[in-house]
T-cell receptor, first 112, second 111 residues
């Protein structure tokens, strides 16, 4: 157990639907990073939050959004889902005193 | 970000050394990382190196950094079947910045 918790582990949904993925960072970590892993694109950075505020954006589609709540958990919202959104979605957190990033075990999203 | 390049596959025999190579193009990268991903699992941090270092050793793992050529390598000594996994090289421009990953090298260790 890395200490970063992601739920659900698996999600199957239909095209056009909306889903919410949840991430709880390690205790005390203020930063949350979301990544998408697909076979063709590899690991792509989506968005970063630090202590409730958006800090950086990567290759995140406009149909996707995220937020970080006061208790530091984060949610990634994916809407108007397309088949190509099927992927593994990871979140990671980082200790301010440590240079490594700790990843959760991911949410596997399948859009049918 | 800039591209991080890795070879896609490597096959070695158990007990041999494995060397996984990575090239990066962003000269402003400050930290470089190696992560391991086993089937169905998340990413596990193996080691990292600061750009002002040229080598780091941690048990069976040795990381070499050639900053002039922007080349990073991970050597695994006495490779075991349990080392079979995908290994990702990643760069970061600095503390707190997001990681930019390569596409991963799939390591197969045969008995």
């Amino acid at each position: 157990d890395s200490g970063v918790t992601q739920t659900p582990k698996h999600l199957i949904t239909a095209t056009g639907q909306r889903v919410t993925l949840r991430c709880s960072p390690r205790s005390g970590d203020l930063s949350v990073y979301w990544y998408q892993q697909s076979l063709d694109q590899g690991l792509q950075f989506l968005i970063q939050y630090y202590n409730g505020e958006e800090r950086a954006k990567g290759n995140i589609l406009e149909r996707f959004s995220a937020q970080q709540f006061p208790d530091l958990h984060s949610e990634l919202n994916l809407s108007s889902l397309e088949l190509g959104d099927s992927a593994l979605y990871f979140c990671a957190s980082r200790d301010r005193d440590f240079y490594g990033y700790t990843f959760g075990s991911g949410t596997r999203l399948t859009v049918v | 970000g800039e591209d991080v390049e890795q070879s896609l596959f490597l096959s070695v025999r158990e007990g041999d050394s494995s060397v996984i190579n990575c090239t990066y193009t962003d000269s402003s990268s400050t930290y470089l990382y190696w992560y391991k991903q086993e089937p169905g699992a998340g990413l596990q941090l193996l080691t990292y190196i600061f750009s002002n270092m040229d080598m780091k050793q941690d048990q069976r793992l040795t990381v070499l950094l050639n900053k002039k050529d922007k080349h990073l390598s991970l050597r695994i000594a006495d490779t075991q079947t349990g080392d079979s996994a995908i290994y990702f090289c990643a760069e970061s421009m600095g503390s707190g910045y997001a990681l930019n990953f390569g596409k991963g090298t799939s390591l197969l260790v045969t008995p």
